[in-house]
């Protein structure tokens, strides 16, 4: 389903202390990531009707499989964002953890009337949200706050000093190969327990030691930074072989 966007309305700012409370669960990340420089009241804006082409392909996933993200929409079946007073820019969330989503909505029940009937958490494809383009709008991806601590862990195993996470962690293993019609695949996973899981099943297959077990054989790459490459590489009209390696 694809949902359309509020017309723009002045409420009072949830959305500090929103991001306060999931700090206190995980790492620095939500703290740069979501804090605003400046006060963002929830607002809302809308397309003209004229619009017919409201979500303009910008960039193809054909690699990115259909994993749920979690946004916020009212009883219209719109999509609700946040909206910069000063920027005059708007911000789409998408939350990794349905949790995290059902606490943003909590929130604006508590300061908005219009969102305290019919608003509901709703799925959204991964793979749709890299396709929206809207003048105005910026889309940004809230990780599960939990992984985020997870990839921050294996940074630390390996040596390397992080501070906070830019970005989504994705996860992936050197050990973890599979294969299909002659091609070979990286899968990456947004959760490391998945992965781990998955190194258990093949090793135990293959009655061979848990690759999970070896140092730095689990890697963390950036999600936004993978998303990026592939957009270099098809703006380029290379080989989508470096992009066939990698499947989510």
């Given at each position: 389903?694809?949902?359309?966007?509020?017309?723009?309305s002045?409420?009072?700012?949830?959305?500090?202390?929103?991001?306060?409370?999931?700090?206190?669960q995980?790492?620095?990340?939500l703290?740069?990531?979501?804090?605003?420089?400046?006060?963002?009241?929830?607002?809302?804006?809308?397309?003209?009707?004229?619009?017919?082409?409201?979500?303009?392909?910008?960039?193809?996933?054909?690699?990115?499989?259909?994993?749920?993200?979690?946004?916020?929409?009212?009883?219209?079946?719109?999509?609700?964002?946040?909206?910069?007073?000063?920027?005059?820019?708007?911000?789409?969330?998408?939350?990794?953890k349905?949790?995290?989503?059902?606490?943003?909505?909590?929130?604006?029940?508590?300061?908005?009337r219009?969102?305290?009937?019919?608003?509901?958490?709703?799925?959204?494809?991964?793979?749709?949200?890299?396709?929206?383009?809207?003048?105005?709008?910026?889309?940004?991806?809230?990780?599960?706050?939990?992984?985020?601590?997870?990839?921050?862990?294996?940074?630390?195993?390996?040596?390397?000093?992080?501070?906070?996470?830019?970005?989504?962690?994705?996860?992936?293993?050197?050990?973890?190969?599979?294969?299909?019609?002659?091609?070979?695949y990286?899968?990456?996973?947004?959760?490391?327990?998945?992965?781990?899981?998955?190194?258990?099943?093949?090793?135990?297959?293959?009655?061979?030691?848990?690759?999970?077990?070896?140092?730095?054989?689990?890697?963390?790459?950036?999600?936004?930074?993978?998303?990026?490459?592939?957009?270099?590489?098809?703006?380029?009209?290379?080989?989508?072989?470096?992009?066939?390696?990698?499947?989510f």
């Amino acid at each position: 389903m694809q949902f359309p966007f509020l017309n723009p309305s002045q409420q009072p700012n949830p959305f500090t202390s929103f991001v306060q409370n999931l700090k206190a669960q995980a790492t620095q990340f939500l703290q740069s990531t979501l804090r605003p420089r400046t006060q963002l009241p929830w607002a809302h804006i809308s397309l003209p009707s004229s619009e017919t082409h409201r979500f303009d392909l910008a960039m193809s996933t054909p690699e990115i499989e259909e994993s749920p993200v979690y946004a916020l929409s009212n009883a219209a079946e719109e999509f609700v964002l946040v909206s910069g007073a000063r920027t005059g820019k708007s911000l789409g969330l998408f939350c990794f953890k349905r949790e995290d989503a059902e606490a943003l909505l909590d929130q604006m029940r508590s300061v908005s009337r219009e969102m305290r009937e019919g608003s509901r958490v709703v799925p959204v494809a991964l793979n749709k949200v890299f396709q929206l383009k809207v003048d105005g709008v910026a889309f940004r991806l809230i990780p599960d706050t939990h992984q985020v601590a997870n990839a921050i862990k294996e940074k630390e195993k390996i040596g390397d000093t992080v501070e906070d996470f830019p970005g989504v962690p994705v996860f992936q293993s050197r050990s973890l190969v599979l294969r299909s019609q002659n091609r070979r695949y990286r899968p990456v996973f947004f959760r490391k327990e998945d992965l781990e899981e998955s190194l258990h099943r093949a090793s135990r297959q293959q009655n061979q030691l848990n690759p999970a077990f070896r140092r730095g054989d689990i890697q963390v790459s950036i999600l936004e930074d993978i998303i990026n490459s592939m957009k270099v590489l098809m703006s380029q009209s290379m080989s989508r072989g470096e992009l066939q390696q990698l499947r989510f």
